[in-house]
Nanobody, 122 residues
Framework: QVQLVESGGGLVQAGGSLRLSCAASERTFSSYAMGWFRRAPGKEREFVATISGSGGNLYYADSVKGRFTISRDNFKNTVYLQMSSLKPEDTAVYYC???????????????WGQGTQVTVSS
């Protein structure tokens, strides 16, 4: 059982930056691909970014490409999402999740965190 705990959310002005963190309880953290997803009010959950266990493969949603960076530290069992040039439309609850492979489909992720709120004001 992998437990995931997100942190780092908050309120930021448009154009600002935030870094989200997701700490995992699993000793074999490096064997899991990690993804970030988000759900905005009244919208479906959407893929944001994912990274393979080794960190060698990264994929981003087109809406965040060039603004967000996913990374991981397998010694600290932590995955990060550095968010820059934030826009009001980035406002959402952000979730990290673990899967066996780095894919975009949320259905492939078996473990989820509780989420952290990110609010971007205009």
């Amino acid at each position: 059982q992998v437990q995931l705990v997100e942190s780092g959310g908050g309120l930021v002005q448009a154009g600002g930056s935030l870094r989200l963190s997701c700490a995992a309880s699993e000793r074999t953290f490096s064997s899991y691909a990690m993804g970030w997803f988000r759900r905005a009010p009244g919208k479906e959950r959407e893929f944001v970014a994912t990274i393979s266990g080794s960190g060698g493969n990264l994929y981003y949603a087109d809406s965040v490409k060039g603004r967000f960076t996913i990374s991981r530290d397998n010694f600290k069992n932590t995955v990060y999402l550095q968010m820059s040039s934030l826009k009001p439309e980035d406002t959402a609850v952000y979730y990290c999740a673990a899967a066996s492979v780095a894919v975009r489909s949320p259905g492939e992720y078996g473990y989820w965190g509780q989420g952290t709120q990110v609010t971007v004001s205009s």
